[in-house]
């Protein structure tokens, strides 16, 4: 078990540009989880998957982000045209499902920066 | 989600016990009670969780107020490595996200 695996670590990009992350979960884990954190704040949630289900999107979740998980293991969040309020460290995490409350395990994140 | 109340900042001798302090008065019968801590410049971690009783695990202990209206981690002893921001979240057992505050800042000395 490798853990959640984040990629790139680091993205520094230009306003304007389109930029992708790549989560790799815990491989028997079949609810994976976005969020991103600003300077000083706690992570906020944006989205979750079971499987390859996107079942949840928080408002924060704008038009210009999207994310898939086309075989319910890897998923990737894409944000378009990216602003300089897009910079944040985006977070993944994945977790089991069922009734009990399983923890997530989270990945060391990907840091962006708008420029 | 129903709202908790931590202390922005506590700081500890290393090798002594810390107590963090957690308020969650509207808390539901559903809501479950978990800690995550933040290191520096890494993902958050999951510490414990509880619902009624106190728990015990290896990184640390929960205590649970009779009422549920608060809850306490305990580390028993600090050291360095416990610096860190340490989150206490509700969470219902098969809710989806977390909802995270700003937390607690946790300083250790020597």
């Known amino acids: 078990d490798t853990g959640v695996s984040q990629n790139p670590r680091h993205k520094i990009t230009k306003r304007g540009q389109n930029v992708t992350f790549r989560c790799d979960p815990i491989s028997e884990h079949n609810r994976l989880y976005w969020y991103r954190q600003t300077l000083g704040q706690g992570p906020e949630f944006l989205t979750y998957?079971?499987?390859?289900?996107?079942?949840?999107k928080s408002r924060l979740l704008s038009d210009r982000f999207s994310a898939e998980r086309p075989k319910g293991s890897f998923s990737t969040l894409e944000i378009q045209r990216t602003e300089q309020g897009d910079s944040a460290m985006y977070l993944c995490?994945?977790?089991?499902?069922?009734?009990?409350?399983?923890?997530?395990?989270f990945g060391p994140g990907t840091r962006l920066t708008v420029t | 989600d129903a709202k908790t109340t931590q202390p922005n900042s506590m700081e500890s001798n290393e090798e002594e016990p810390v107590h963090l302090p957690c308020n969650h008065s509207?808390?539901?019968?559903?809501?479950?009670i978990h800690w995550y801590r933040q290191l520096p410049s890494q993902g958050p971690e999951y510490v414990i969780h509880?619902?009624?009783s106190n728990v015990n695990n290896r990184m640390a202990s929960l205590a649970i107020a009779e009422d549920r209206k608060s809850s306490t981690l305990i580390l028993h002893r600090a050291t360095l490595r416990d610096a860190a921001v340490y989150y206490c979240?509700?969470?219902?057992?098969?809710?989806?996200?977390?909802?995270f505050g700003t937390g607690t800042r946790l300083q250790v000395t020597l």
């Open positions: 509207t808390i539901s019968g559903t809501d479950y």
């Open positions: 995490a994945s977790s089991p499902s069922g009734l009990a409350p399983y923890e997530q395990y």
């Open positions: 509880g619902l009624t």
């Open positions: 998957f079971q499987n390859e289900a996107q079942l949840e």
């Open positions: 979240i509700l969470n219902t057992g098969t809710a989806s996200k977390l909802t």
